[in-house]
């Protein structure tokens, strides 16, 4: 393993830059994602696709990203976090600009599984390198605040996909984004540091047992560990409604409201992901000040989010008024951002420091296993649906998302009635043994 930099302290203002730094990187991580749905529509037409092909295309980066998840949080627990992040940075950049010279299905299907490939890297390490500079006081708002940044390139993603589709063809986005990425990647290379392991614990008891886990000790960490199944569970079903909704909103909002390309580009990300930037940080706020005094704080605001959540959905699914969708996606999008705010904090307070970057891993593989089911299902159910019925279908597709969200805050509050304050207490007291010895 990479000896760490030489850096300030945890409590230095360089913590908060870190944060900066990574939020434009992550910024592009969802943009470069993102931006293919928004002109499904023209590669249907220019490439000949079915309903059911624009699923696998949806469905292909996710797959691959959720099998890599698990590699990629073992390596970040053992090699430099910033080399992971910035080198999958630079291949993601530039698999994103091939993405614009795809030709056929074939093309397309593979580039998107290269791009989740390269994109599968980044939360596990950033997630680690991030707490590493910040501790249990204020770890959920600097989460929160980089969990933003997903929001804000879900938008760009979405909305500059579209107005580049619209009105210079839809390879345009691809080339203006990765060429973007791949320039600050370079930049950031001389800026962003190499942070100790466990740098932030109290009393540097994660910092005395750094050593990198053994794979079947790290996966015990994980699974053996009753609150971080729960969290695995819930967020399976929670990225499940997310990714339904990143992929067919903008398909959803043309047929249902006969909008334009650049404006269902738009107003399916904006009013969201707008409300989630807000979201995120409140929820992070909360989930703090909670954690001081409760163990289950973190999950507790998941599940705020989660139960608040789900009437909103159903209403974004139903509605015919278009003042109702833009209240309803706003509500739905600020009670999503406290629960993600919280994805990878709440599994933080009861897994080892050693093995974060695996849990993080690991949760991501579950949660887009579930993300990756979402394009495939709803386009499988969009191409056995008569033509006239297809907003329909997707009305009720969307709306079962509810039930879903409802299901998720029952699992987090017999998770916290069972476990948490068990699994708590055992990892201070693990810790703690450290310092002792």
Same mark, same amino acid.
């Given at each position: 393993?990479?000896?760490?930099?030489? #850096?300030?302290?945890?409590?230095?203002?360089?913590?908060?830059?870190? =944060?900066?730094?990574?939020?434009? =990187?992550?910024?592009?991580?969802?943009? *470069?994602?993102?931006?293919?749905?928004?002109?499904?529509?023209?590669?249907?037409?220019?490439?000949?696709?079915? @309903?059911?092909?624009?699923?696998?295309?949806? %469905?292909?980066?996710?797959? /691959?990203?959720?099998?890599?998840?698990?590699?990629?949080?073992?390596?970040? *627990?053992?090699?430099?976090?910033?080399?992971?992040?910035?080198?999958?940075? %630079?291949?993601?950049?530039?698999?994103?600009?091939?993405?614009?010279?795809?030709?056929?299905? !074939?093309?397309? =299907?593979?580039?998107?599984?290269?791009?989740?490939?390269?994109?599968?890297?980044?939360?596990?390490?950033?997630?680690?390198?991030?707490?590493?500079?910040?501790?249990?006081?204020?770890?959920?708002?600097?989460?929160? &605040?980089?969990?933003?940044?997903?929001?804000?390139?879900?938008?760009?993603?979405?909305?500059?996909?579209?107005?580049?589709?619209?009105?210079?063809?839809?390879?345009?986005?691809?080339?203006?984004?990765?060429?973007?990425?791949? =320039?600050?990647?370079?930049? #950031?290379?001389?800026? &962003?540091?190499?942070?100790?392991?466990?740098?932030?614990?109290?009393?540097?008891?994660?910092?005395? *047992?750094?050593?990198?886990?053994?794979?079947?000790?790290?996966?015990?960490? /994980?699974?053996?560990?009753?609150?971080?199944?729960?969290?695995?569970?819930?967020?399976?079903?929670?990225?499940?409604?997310?990714?339904?909704?990143?992929?067919?909103?903008?398909?959803? &909002?043309?047929? @249902?409201?006969?909008?334009?390309?650049? &404006?269902?580009?738009?107003?399916?990300?904006?009013?969201?992901?707008?409300?989630?930037?807000?979201?995120?940080?409140?929820?992070?706020?909360?989930? *703090?000040?909670?954690?001081?005094? $409760?163990?289950?704080?973190?999950? $507790?605001?998941?599940?705020?989010?989660?139960?608040?959540?789900?009437?909103?959905?159903?209403?974004?699914?139903?509605?015919?008024?278009?003042?109702?969708?833009?209240?309803?996606?706003?509500?739905?999008?600020?009670? @999503?951002?406290?629960?993600?705010?919280?994805?990878? !904090?709440?599994?933080?307070? /009861?897994?080892?420091?050693?093995?974060?970057?695996?849990?993080?891993?690991?949760?991501?593989?579950?949660?887009?296993?579930?993300?990756?089911?979402?394009?495939?299902?709803?386009?499988?159910?969009?191409?056995?649906?008569?033509?006239?019925?297809?907003?329909?279908?997707?009305?009720?597709? $969307?709306?079962?998302?509810?039930?879903?969200?409802?299901?998720?805050?029952?699992?987090?509050?017999?998770?916290?009635?069972?476990?948490?304050?068990?699994?708590?207490?055992?990892?201070?007291?693990?810790?703690?043994?450290? /310092?002792?010895?």
């Amino acid at each position: 393993m990479q000896a760490p930099d030489r #850096l300030e302290t945890p409590q230095s203002s360089y913590r908060w830059w870190v =944060v900066f730094m990574l939020w434009f =990187v992550c910024f592009f991580n969802y943009a *470069d994602r993102q931006a293919i749905f928004s002109v499904f529509p023209l590669i249907e037409r220019e490439l000949g696709l079915t @309903k059911f092909q624009l699923g696998i295309v949806g %469905s292909a980066f996710m797959w /691959v990203y959720a099998a890599l998840a698990p590699v990629a949080g073992f390596t970040g *627990d053992r090699a430099s976090r910033r080399i992971i992040i910035l080198g999958g940075f %630079s291949f993601w950049s530039a698999v994103t600009v091939l993405t614009g010279r795809a030709g056929r299905f !074939a093309e397309l =299907v593979a580039l998107r599984a290269l791009e989740g490939f390269g994109e599968a890297f980044y939360f596990p390490a950033s997630m680690s390198l991030v707490s590493d500079y910040h501790g249990p006081r204020t770890r959920s708002r600097a989460m929160s &605040l980089h969990q933003s940044s997903v929001y804000i390139g879900t938008i760009g993603g979405g909305a500059l996909g579209g107005y580049f589709g619209q009105y210079y063809g839809w390879r345009a986005g691809f080339y203006v984004f990765g060429l973007s990425g791949f =320039v600050l990647s370079i930049v #950031l290379l001389g800026l &962003l540091r190499e942070p100790a392991r466990g740098e932030s614990e109290a009393a540097s008891a994660a910092g005395a *047992d750094a050593r990198p886990p053994g794979v079947r000790e790290a996966l015990g960490e /994980v699974f053996r560990t009753p609150t971080a199944l729960v969290l695995l569970a819930v967020f399976f079903g929670a990225n499940f409604v997310a990714a339904m909704f990143l992929t067919w909103t903008p398909s959803f &909002l043309r047929e @249902k409201f006969h909008m334009n390309l650049a &404006l269902a580009g738009l107003t399916a990300t904006a009013y969201i992901q707008l409300a989630s930037a807000a979201g995120a940080p409140f929820g992070g706020f909360l989930a *703090d000040r909670l954690a001081r005094r $409760l163990p289950a704080g973190r999950m $507790l605001t998941q599940m705020i989010g989660l139960t608040l959540g789900a009437p909103c959905i159903w209403i974004t699914a139903r509605t015919a008024s278009v003042a109702h969708l833009a209240g309803a996606m706003a509500c739905f999008g600020f009670f @999503k951002g406290m629960y993600d705010a919280n994805i990878f !904090a709440s599994a933080y307070d /009861v897994v080892h420091p050693r093995a974060r970057a695996t849990a993080a891993g690991i949760m991501n593989a579950v949660g887009w296993t579930g993300g990756a089911l979402a394009p495939v299902a709803i386009g499988w159910l969009l191409a056995r649906a008569e033509s006239a019925d297809a907003a329909e279908t997707m009305s009720r597709a $969307l709306g079962l998302g509810a039930t879903v969200y409802l299901t998720a805050a029952s699992l987090l509050l017999w998770g916290i009635a069972a476990f948490v304050r068990r699994d708590t207490a055992r990892l201070r007291r693990r810790l703690d043994a450290v /310092v002792e010895t």
